[in-house]
């Protein structure tokens, strides 16, 4: 119903800035949250930030400050831009949206993209 398309991960240096993006497409009908998360090697995924349609956002704490959410609803795109980067934000990334209906959250995922901060 939905589909979700990661695109802008890659290796770079500590300090450095990537900027990814979430190209969302289908039945689009009731996307109110969409959010990235983040699976490291051996941990569990974690919420990294998330947007509102009407643009409220909640960051990890260990982002805040470095990591920028956003999101173009007439491009039914969202965007994480990942300043001063560190080893620790090495995973794979990925979108997530969530569809509300009738008090029943349905979430829909994209496949991930590699996200790699070397020291």
């Known amino acids: 119903q939905v589909q979700l398309v990661e695109s802008g991960g890659g290796l770079v240096q500590a300090g450095g800035s990537l900027r990814l993006s979430c190209a969302a497409s289908?039945?689009?009908?009731?996307?109110?949250?969409m959010g990235w998360y983040r699976q490291a090697p051996g941990k569990q995924r974690e919420l990294v930030a998330a947007i509102t349609s009407g643009g409220s956002t909640n960051y990890a704490d260990s982002v805040k400050g470095r990591f920028t959410i956003s999101r173009d609803n007439a491009k039914n795109t969202m965007y994480l831009q990942m300043d001063s980067l560190k080893p620790d934000d090495t995973a794979v990334y990925y979108c997530?949206?969530?569809?509300?209906?009738?008090?029943?959250?349905?979430?829909?995922w994209g496949q991930g993209t590699q996200v790699t901060v070397s020291s």
């Open positions: 997530n949206a969530e569809r509300v209906v009738l008090s029943k959250t349905f979430a829909f």
């Open positions: 289908g039945v689009l009908f009731r996307i109110d949250t």
